[in-house]
C-alpha cells in the first residue's frame, strides 16, 4: 500500500521561500520517479516538477527557476524548496509517484499572501 505524507507547507509572504518534503512508503522509492503537484481552488491539480530515478528533472514553466526538486533515496524522501513565492503559488500541494498512478497523501497547503 503506497503511503505519501507531505508537510512543510504554511504561510508566506511574496518573495518568501518554503521547502515542502514528502515521506514515501510502499513503492521501490529509489527506483520511482516521483512528482510535485498542486491544485489551487477551482482549479484542476497540475504538475509541478519531476524527477527521475536518474535524476532528470522538469518543471512547469510558471514555476522554472524557482522551485527545485530532489529526492534522498536513504530516507524515501522527495523535497521541493521553493523560491520567490507569488500569490498565484497559494494551493495544496502532494507528492505522488511520476506519472501518478492515483495514490495521494493529504496534502500540506501554501498560502502566499503579505
Known amino acids: 500500500q503506497v503511503q505519501l505524507l507531505e508537510s512543510g507547507g504554511g504561510l508566506v509572504q511574496p518573495g518568501g521561500s518554503l521547502r515542502l518534503s514528502c515521506a514515501a512508503s510502499?513503492?521501490?522509492?529509489?527506483?520511482?520517479?516521483m512528482g510535485w503537484y498542486r491544485q489551487a481552488p477551482g482549479k484542476q491539480r497540475e504538475l509541478v516538477a519531476s524527477?527521475?530515478?536518474?535524476?532528470?528533472?522538469n518543471y512547469a514553466d510558471s514555476v522554472k527557476g524557482r522551485f527545485t526538486i530532489s529526492r534522498d533515496n536513504a530516507k524515501n524522501t522527495v523535497y521541493l524548496q521553493m523560491n520567490s513565492l507569488k500569490p498565484e503559488d497559494t494551493a495544496v500541494y502532494y507528492c505522488?509517484?511520476?506519472?501518478?498512478?492515483?495514490?495521494w497523501g493529504q496534502g500540506t497547503q501554501v498560502t502566499v499572501s503579505s
Open positions: 510502499g513503492i521501490a522509492f529509489s527506483t520511482t520517479a
Open positions: 505522488s509517484t511520476f506519472p501518478d498512478f492515483g495514490s
Open positions: 524527477l527521475t530515478r536518474g535524476g532528470l528533472t
